[in-house]
């Protein structure tokens, strides 16, 4: 049986990892392929490198820790931020990722998408879809820029979109509660998830284990990611997977 | 085993992830390169197809560099071979996926997943052995290993014999076949983390048996 994944997310900056991180025992805390590293030895079924820097300058270095990672972490990689293009997907894959994330140059020009999974393939073709609860309905709308800009576009209807052009999975993050600690919106996630085949990784608001076990459940995600908790060593990999299991969902022994 | 370390092409036709099988290779103790062109598997111990992405264009491209035949006399000499993903759907007569005829080595069609709750089919499942076999060495019964794709290789009861391994999802598949020095597995090794990394180890141990077997 297919097993729910959960995904620690390292946000990277000029080739460090940002957000604190209390790896004390690390000589050098901050280095993405070291943490990567630990995080697969400690059950982690995915990593996500987001770019948030996405300055031209910080590309090389970017590729640099991809690769570095690549050579001790034997578990996917997925790298977002500032993807723009076909031959910048490229870049990334050979350097060692598995699939990049897409988003807001995926909205700006939805065809990019589809070139991405023609070239690569929908498996390499995660869409990155930022959401933001809308005032008056159940309904979100996308944003882009880290939140910071509305599209007007609506969040199911652009996940429909992003799918029939060639997403292999989505990854949604609600905008509200990401940073809260206020658990995954899971009706956003059930309202994306009922309507796609393909996979959905939940992101956004996890406080602790059971958070995981909603998105799962409530939401019908298929992945969880979550930063900071992991990070801070809030929570570890092996405590979210022990609350998936008693909650009767299926995950790999960490 | 000596510590030389042994030689593997990995065939390079311009699709997927190599960086990660090559990475996976030289951690187990092989010397992996990429093979573009017949001439580059002349000093290989050991062939490994790897592959995502859709059938058509991959054969598209083998034909194009001429691996299609070499290939063929490979597996037909028993020379070690592992067919990864793509790399194993490509072995039976043709895939559903755009229609495309591929290598012919094994009787069966690749056909998409039916049934599937969600498609693709990404992430850990387990791979249910149907018998012992050394390539699965070290693993437990249950272990998890990495799957990405849609499709899969069906064998038809001529080929029933090649059947190692299988996983559900939705329905069961065939996720790992063997006939003699023929491997093929429909999960990734090199991104299934240390069990994934022990099924190359076997792998490579394979080869370097059959090769001095054959010596």
Known sequence: ?????????????????VKGT???DLVDSGDPPELAARYADEGADELVFLDISAAPEGRST???IVERTARRAFIPLTVGGGVRSVIEMRAVLRAGADKVSLNTA????????????????????????????????????VVVRGGREPTGRDA????????????GELLVTSIDRDGTRSGYDTELLRAISSRVPVPVIASGGAAGPEDFVAAVRDGGADAVLAASIFHQRLHAIADVKAAMQAAGLSVRAA | MSGTPLPVAVVDYGAGNLVSIEQALTHVGAQPWRARRAAELANAAALIVPGVGAAGSAMARLRRSGLVDP???WIAADRPFLGICLGLQLLFDSSDEDGARTLGILPGVSRRLVDAPTLPHIGWNQVRRRRSHPLFDGLSDDADLYFVHSYVGAPTAAASDAILAETEHGRLFVSAVARSNLLGVQ????????????????????????NARAA
Not at chain 1, 156 to 167: H, I, K, N, Q, Y
Not at chain 2, 191 to 200: M, P
């Open chain 1, 1 to 17: 049986m297919l097993r729910r994944r959960v995904i620690p997310c390292l946000d990277v900056a000029g080739g460090r990892v």
């Open chain 2, 71 to 73: 290939i063929r006399d």
């Open chain 1, 62 to 64: 970017l590729l640099d």
């Open chain 1, 22 to 24: 209390r790896f004390v």
């Open chain 1, 156 to 167: 199911v209807t652009w996940a429909l979109e992003a799918v029939e052009r060639g997403a």
């Open chain 2, 187 to 210: 999960f990734h090794p090199e991104r299934s983390g240390a069990d994934g990394l022990r099924v190359l180890s076997n792998f490579v141990r394979l080869a370097a048996t059959a």
């Open chain 1, 106 to 141: 995926a909205v700006a020009d939805p065809s990019l998408i589809t070139r991405c999974a023609r070239r690569f393939g929908s498996q390499a073709v995660v869409v990155a879809i930022d959401a933001r609860r809308r005032a008056d309905t159940a309904s979100w709308e």
